[in-house]
């Protein structure tokens, strides 16, 4: 039987939890699945990210700069809906890039890259 692969769920390092719940509910339309001040996990359809609470020292480092690509069908609609919360502006929407496809990203509040992004 061959293994199929259904979803990736990352795991985001953050700096404050629940300021980072309310972020995603607002600014990308998440909701809270389970939380304490350590970890959450959210959803929003059949997207998960899991937020990782992280000190931000030597010991036990941010890191900060993480990328995820969520893939979508029909991105414009959604597209529309994040610049009406405010997490995008006009004409950020890339159209028909080079490497084939529609994509429009953002940065949450601990400096993580979120593209979503349409075949085309």
Known sequence: MKTELLH????????DIKRDIAWYKKYAGF????????????????FFIHLQWHADT??????????IK??????????????GRGTVKEGKLQL????????FGFYDLN??????????
């Not at 990736?8 to 700096?15: A, C, E, G, N």
């Not at 030597?58 to 990328?67: A, F, I, M, R, Y």
């Open 111 to 120: 400096n993580n890259a979120i593209f979503i992004v349409e075949d085309v």
């Open 31 to 46: 909701e809270t699945i389970s939380a304490d001040t350590m970890y959450a996990c959210l959803k929003r359809e059949h």
């Open 70 to 83: 969520l893939f979508a069908k029909n991105i414009k609609p959604i597209f529309k809906e994040f610049m």
């Open 96 to 103: 028909n890039t080079p490497w084939g496809t529609h994509e």
């Open 8 to 15: 990736i769920t990352p795991v985001l390092p953050s700096q």
């Open 58 to 67: 030597k010991e036990d480092p941010l890191l900060g700069g993480s990328v």
